[in-house]
Structure formats: structure tokens, C-alpha cells
């Protein structure tokens, strides 16, 4: 079975941080390009960071890069956020993603497996 499982939302105040988690079940994680995504209510679902399944030449939305840090870890089939100095606009349900496909270098949004989401909120 398919399985994505997020956690690590929350709320948090503006410059605040937090980090989010997603385990995978190894079939779909090992060798897999993995991301996260967002959604803000009313809009669209938006790349954050993605990283290869080797895990190196992670890439950022432009929205983040300096404040957002993706990782994985392939001993635990394990995906990680690192979210610095989080701003109201980050504010959105936070999805996991694994591409279909083993071995590419990014996602391909219209061929991935999801997670169910974690909800950050960030506001004062």
C-alpha cells in the first residue's frame, strides 16, 4: 500500500520555525525524487523544494530558498522541511510528494504519490 504520512504542522509566530516530516513506505522512497508542496486556501498547489532520490541538488521555490531546507533520510525513508523564519504567507497545508517513477532528477507533479497534508499556520 501507497503510503505518505506527514507531521510536524502547526502554528507558529511570524520568524518562528518548524520542521516537517514525512515517512514513506520504502517502496515508493527508495530511488525516488521526493518534494513538498502547499496550499493556500483558494490557490493553487505550489512547489516548495524538491530533492533527488540520492539526495543531493535540492531546489527551492524562489519563495523560500534561503529560509527552507529539504532532506531525506534514506537509512529511515524519511523526508524532511526545515522551515526558518516562517512569514504569514507560508501559511498552508503542507503536502509530502513522491514522484512515480525511480530515478528522475525532480517531480513530475502530475505523476506523484501524496501524502494527506499537515496545516502550518503562521500568525501572531
Known amino acids: 500500500q501507497v503510503q505518505l504520512v506527514e507531521s510536524g504542522g502547526g502554528l507558529v509566530q511570524p520568524g518562528g520555525s518548524l520542521k516537517l516530516s514525512c515517512a514513506a513506505s520504502e517502496r515508493i522512497f527508495i530511488n525516488s525524487a521526493m518534494a513538498w508542496f502547499r496550499q493556500a486556501p483558494g490557490k493553487d498547489r505550489d512547489f516548495v523544494a524538491g530533492?533527488?532520490?540520492?539526495?543531493?541538488?535540492?531546489n527551492y521555490a524562489d519563495s523560500v530558498k534561503g529560509r527552507f531546507t529539504i532532506s531525506r533520510d534514506n537509512a529511515k525513508n524519511m523526508v524532511y522541511l526545515q522551515m526558518n523564519n516562517l512569514k504569514p504567507e507560508d501559511t498552508a497545508v503542507y503536502y509530502c510528494?513522491?514522484?512515480?517513477?525511480?530515478?528522475?532528477?525532480?517531480?513530475?507533479?502530475?505523476?506523484?504519490?501524496w501524502g494527506q497534508g499537515t496545516q502550518v499556520t503562521v500568525s501572531s
Open positions: 530533492i533527488r532520490g540520492s539526495g543531493i541538488y535540492p
Open positions: 510528494a513522491a514522484d512515480r517513477k525511480k530515478g528522475q532528477i525532480a517531480v513530475d507533479r502530475n505523476d506523484v504519490y
